[in-house]
C-alpha cells in the first residue's frame, strides 16, 4: 500500500517520521497518573448477536475527557519548511482549473509566500485526552509541533493554556499540562493486547473542528506496519477518523483508551474507513517517561535489519522463512560487542520467536544496560548470544556500518555482465571511485548497469550501488562475485543472496538462480 503524496493523508500536516519507538512495559488497566481509578464505565448492552444497542451511556461518560488542541505558529513569508501546509490548518478551497477564484487564490498564496512578506500566524486543530485528573493531557506530537502556543479547550467550553511537558518524533506522541482550579475528568490506558480484530471501538475527537464528535467501528487489523518508521506497529480500524482527529483516543467498550489516533489513508483527505491508532500498550511507557523525564530513552544495539522472506530464506538454506536478518552492525554498537556479525538471521528474543520488522521495537522495549539474550542462525547452526542494551543515539545524519578494510584494485578483473540478474559490474578502479563517488575504503564490485525490467532493477538496484558480499563471503572483484554466484548454483539453491550498499545503507536482495549466468 503506497503512503505518498495526498494518498499519505497523516491527521495533521505531517509525515510521519516516527521511527516509531514503544517502550511501554505497563500493567493494563489501572490509571497512568491517578491516585485513585475513575467510576466504573457502564456497560455497553448488547443483542444475541453482540450488537450494540447503543453507545450513548458510554459516550456521556468518556466526552468530558477528551479535549480539543489548538496550536498558534508564525510563519516567516520566506518560509520553506515542507510542514507549512499542515493538512489541519486552513484548507485552500478547490476551485476548477482556470476559473477566477483558482486565479485568485493561486496569486494570494503566492504573496503570503514571498521572501519579504511579513510574518504571519497558522492555526492548527487536534484532539487530546486528559490522563489525570490535575491537567495531563496526551495528543500526538505533530499537533504541537513547532506551535508558538498552545492551547486546550475542554467539553464544557473551558479554554486553558497548556504546558509541552515533551514529545517525541519517533512515536509521534506529546504530553501536555494544563492547570485547573478544580480536578478534571480523565480517562485511563487500558490493554491494547486484549482487542481483537472485530471488537467494536469508539473515537472521540475534533474532525475539521466539530468537536466532541463520536464515531464508532470496529477493530479492523493489527499490529500494521505502513513503512513510517521502525516501530511501526499499529491498531487499524475503520471507526471514522478526519482531519482533526489527531491525538484523539480510540476507546474499547469498557471505556479504556486502546489507542491513540494518528494517521489515516486517504486519497481524499477525508475517511475512506482505514484509520490507524498507536497502541496504548506503547503509548503508555513513552508518556510516562516524558512525564518525569521530558524525553524518551529506548534500548538499542545497533544493527540494521530486514525481514526475512522466502527468497532470502532460501539463499541461507534456512527454514522456515522467519527472523530479523542482520544487514549492517554498528562498530562501535552493544551489537558488534557482542560479535553479531552480518548475515546472522535473529530468530529470538529471550527466547521468543520475532519477526524482523518487530525487532527494533521490542529491543526498543528493554531496559538500558540490561542483559538481553539473541537466538541467532549463522552458517547453519543456532547459538545464542548474549547482548547489552544500550542506549539509542540522538538522530544526527544517516550513518551507516563502517567499511574499514583496505582492498586493492584488480585492473585484470575489469567488468562482467550477469544478464540473468539485469546488470553489469566492475571492479573498483580508480575512475569507478571517482565517477560513482566512492571512498577509498569501500570494498566490492560497483553496479555499472542496470537493465530495465530485469532482476536487479525489479529489486530497486541501480547504477552506482557496491555489492559487497555474495552469500555471506566478502566481494573484492569481479570473480569473487562470479565464484560466489557459481558455488550457490552447485549446491542447488533457488536463490543467491547479495549484500548491497546503496545511498540508504546495506541491505540483502535476492536473485533466483534459475537463469543466472
Known sequence: MPFSGPARSLLLSFSLSVSVCSAALCVSGAPAYADSAPAPMPQVTTDAHGVPGSFADLADRLLPAVVNVSTTQTMKGDSDDEDEGDEEGPQIPQFPRGSPFEKFFHDFMNRQNAPNAPPRKMQALGSGFIIDPTGYVVTNNHVIRKADRVTVTLQDNTVLPAKVIGHDDRTDLALLKVTSPHPLPFVSFGDSDTARVGNWVLAIGNPFGLSGTVTA?????????????????????????????????????????????????????????????????????????????????????????????????????????????????????????????????????????????????????????????????????????????????EPKEATHPDHTEKTGNHPADKSADFSGFGLKVSGLTEANRKKYRLSEDQKGVVITSVTDGGAAAERGLKEGDVITEVQQVGVNSVTDLRKGIETAQKEQRHSVLLLVHDMDGLRWVPFPLDSAH
Not at 518508521?229 to 480500524?237: A, E, K
Open 217 to 393: 467501528g470496529i477493530v479492523s487489523s493489527r499490529g500494521r506496519n505502513i513503512e513510517q518508521g521502525p516501530y511501526d506497529n499499529f491498531i487499524q480500524t475503520d471507526a471514522p477518523i478526519n482531519k482533526g482527529n489527531s491525538g484523539g483516543p480510540l476507546f474499547d467498550m469498557h471505556g479504556a483508551v486502546i489507542g491513540v489516533n494518528t494517521a489515516i489513508y486517504s486519497p481524499s483527505g477525508g475517511s475512506v474507513g482505514i484509520g490507524f491508532s498507536i497502541p496504548s500498550n506503547e503509548a503508555r511507557g513513552i508518556i510516562e517517561q516524558l512525564r518525569k523525564t521530558g524525553h524518551v530513552s529506548r534500548g538499542w544495539i545497533g544493527v540494521r535489519i530486514q525481514d526475512v522472506t522466502q527468497e532470502i530464506a532460501d539463499g541461507l538454506g534456512l527454514k522456515p522463512a522467519r527472523g530479523a536478518l542482520i544487514a549492517g552492525v554498528d562498530s562501535k554498537g552493544p551489537a558488534a560487542k557482542a560479535k553479531l556479525e552480518t548475515g546472522d538471521v535473529i530468530q529470538a528474543l529471550n527466547g521468543k520467536p520475532i519477526e524482523g520488522h518487530a525487532l527494533p521495537r521490542l529491543i526498543a522495549d528493554l531496559p538500558v544496560d540490561s542483559q538481553a539474550t539473541l537466538s541467532v542462525w549463522r552458517h547453519g547452526k543456532m547459538q545464542d548470544l548474549a547482548v547489552t542494551i544500550g542506549t539509542l543515539p
